[in-house]
């Protein structure tokens, strides 16, 4: 069964205070590794695909890695509204098998 | 396109009662998912479909949830009867095998039975 595993539950960040969340997963052929920003009410928000080790992905001051056990998602200089939960989800490589299996998530708060 | 569209965005319901979750998912897109967040269990797959047919619905808890995909467009989820442990956000998501995997969620159906 296709395992991820989020690191820490919770980030408290000073403005500016660059810091990493980890993602560990255990996938059955990887396909792709999902990341999601989710603000609180709201649906999960599509952030990047990482599909092999070595690939990265940057979006703002978000940066994404990946390799054969974990992916590494990079704040660097945080603001008030990168708070939110961001979740990891990996998607195994089923010949039809398009489902996402996540993480609990880590809430990322960060302080003016 | 509006993207996934969910409704309603609230629903309390007393225990017992029948209660059904509507989706709709965005224009071709041949994936369909329903998931269940709870601050306990996080985000769970309940069931999916591909081209309106259920590949894997291991993720039903009960027979007391029935989901269908009736046409391309329109997609239902029903709790019948409801249990107050069924309170959850109810979250349906598409995604397109050609346009890339990545799933795309609504905004969440709030669910409380009391």
């Known amino acids: 069964e296709d395992q991820v595993t989020q690191s820490p539950e919770a980030l408290r960040l000073q403005e500016g205070e660059s810091s990493s969340l980890n993602c560990s997963y255990t996938v059955s052929g990887l396909r792709g590794l999902f990341w999601y920003r989710q603000d609180p009410g709201k649906g999960p928000e599509f952030l990047f695909t990482l599909y092999s080790a070595g690939e990265e992905k940057e979006k703002e001051r978000l940066k994404a890695t990946l390799t054969k056990k974990e992916s590494l998602l990079h704040i660097t200089a945080p603001k008030p509204e990168d708070s939110a939960t961001y979740l990891c989800a990996v998607q195994a490589g089923g010949s039809n098998d398009y489902k996402l299996s996540f993480g609990a998530g880590t809430t990322v708060t960060v302080r003016a | 396109d509006a993207g996934v569209i969910q409704s309603p965005r609230h629903e309390v319901t007393e225990m017992g009662q029948e209660v059904t979750l509507r989706c709709k998912p965005i224009s071709g897109h041949d994936y369909l998912f329903w998931y269940r967040q709870t601050m306990m269990r996080g985000l769970e797959l309940l069931i999916y479909f591909n081209n309106n047919v259920p590949i894997d619905d291991s993720g039903m808890p009960e027979d007391r949830f029935s989901a269908k995909m009736p046409n391309a467009s329109f997609s239902t989820l029903k709790i019948q009867p409801s249990e107050p442990r069924d309170s959850a956000v109810y979250f349906c998501?598409?995604?397109?095998?050609?346009?890339?995997?990545?799933?795309?969620f609504g905004q969440g159906t709030r669910l409380t039975v009391v």
């Open positions: 998501a598409s995604s397109s095998y050609l346009q890339g995997t990545e799933a795309f």
